[in-house]
């Protein structure tokens, strides 16, 4: 046994060392921020087929579950063996069917309503400088402007045409090139994802056994208890949030689209398409569908766009008041704040795909945080705090 002089000396050697240890290790992750970011890239662009199956299998889990639910109700025990199969391939079909169903609907109206738009665009201007002629008067200094913005519009086209698009010809050919390649990249992953997705799909109960045992055979079984909990928790707020989003979205894109036609509002698919899509995004996706669609009606009538402006809020209304508290309910627990703190925040990170991940992964977090500290505040016998901090934001249980 060693001498406990020796033995702190040996703690405050190992403790030193473990410091250094961790500051080099930091201080070449920050040296090597870009190579360790180029070469994260790299190995996404590597798993992108098991991302992608991920992602397909995790969206299709629920309806696998459900086939296969009403599959060993309905078929005799003895075949029950071919029932996770029929489950898997009757959820992949749904799925392929729904994506196919959405394309044959959207995409021709989409490109006839963005054709007869781009074909009547100079009508339609001329249309908005005679309205705001007939509205604003006969104000020469309103008519100059508009006479100067037209032509400085106009020649800054010019120029931009002459001095960058034609001297770029050769490079938008190269590319067109890059960009073919990159779509039979996606094209690839995307099949090579749903062979995966399959695999996923069929073994889901087998790797989340093997999880499970994972799991309590590395921890004690206070903290196995604690973490499957947490990874249930989080498959509830991702799974629920997510799947929710997406039905919400679709129900307000089809109340939007009869809204369009009762109100005889321009090109009402592309309009409803763009307000569906948008939505699935929290917070910011009403704004950001409806400002490129009320710009689409502002150049066939402005006064529908104002209309359509007033229609967008009593819709948003709709949703935020009572379609998406039936579907969602109030699963994140978080305050506006934080969901506007979030959502920046991972739009900053990750684009698109951090906005729409942004408020279960905080809330998974939040619920994180909140966990650790009722627990540190318990082991230092400071239960009140809790009990106080409850009893003045009961609406944060």
Request: glycine share 8%; hydrophobic share 50%.
């Amino acid at each position: 046994m060693l001498d406990p002089k020796k033995s702190r000396y040996l703690y405050l050697m190992l403790a030193g060392f473990g410091a250094i240890a961790m500051s080099l290790i930091l201080f070449f992750f920050l040296f090597r921020l870009r190579g360790i970011g180029d070469a994260i890239r790299t190995l996404g662009d590597i798993m992108a087929p098991f991302i992608y199956g991920g992602v397909m299998a995790y969206l299709l889990c629920p309806l696998c579950n459900c086939y296969e639910s009403f599959f060993r109700d309905l078929i005799p025990r003895r075949y029950h063996n071919a029932v996770g199969p029929i489950a898997v391939a009757l959820s992949l079909i749904t799925g392929l069917l729904l994506v196919y169903a959405l394309i044959i609907m959207i995409a021709p109206q989409l490109y006839h309503s963005v054709l007869s738009l781009w074909n009547s665009l100079p009508d339609k201007v001329n249309q908005f400088t005679q309205w705001a002629t007939a509205t604003f008067g006969e104000d020469e200094a309103l008519l100059q402007y508009f006479d100067t913005s037209y032509n400085a519009i106009y020649s800054e086209l010019s120029d931009w045409v002459k001095n960058t698009l034609v001297p770029g010809v050769s490079s938008i050919v190269s590319g067109v090139g890059s960009s073919v390649i990159k779509i039979m990249i996606f094209l690839y992953n995307l099949l090579i994802g749903l062979i995966v997705a399959v695999y996923l799909l069929s073994s889901r109960k087998k790797f989340a056994r093997q999880g499970v045992l994972i799991i309590r055979s590395v921890f004690p079984r206070d903290w196995a208890d604690r973490i499957l909990e947490e990874i249930g928790f989080i498959d509830q707020m991702f799974g629920g949030f997510i799947d929710g989003k997406i039905l919400d979205s679709a129900i307000i894109g089809v109340l939007c689209y009869i809204g369009c036609l009762i109100f005889k509002f321009p090109n009402p698919l592309l309009i409803s398409a763009i307000v569906g899509i948008t939505n699935i995004i929290p917070f910011f996706g009403p704004f950001i569908g409806a400002i490129p669609s009320a710009f689409l009606i502002l150049i066939e009538s402005p006064i529908k766009a104002v209309w359509f402006g007033l229609f967008i809020l009593a819709l948003q209304q709709l949703d935020g008041n009572v379609i998406g508290p039936k579907i969602l309910g109030d699963r994140t627990g978080l305050s506006s704040f934080w969901v506007l703190f979030t959502i920046i925040l991972c739009s900053g990170l990750w684009g698109v795909a951090g906005m729409v991940i942004a408020v279960p992964l905080f809330a998974v977090i939040y619920d994180t945080v909140k966990r650790l500290v009722r627990r540190g505040l318990i082991q230092k016998d400071q239960v009140e705090l809790w009990e106080n901090y409850k009893a003045d934001y009961p609406d944060e249980e």
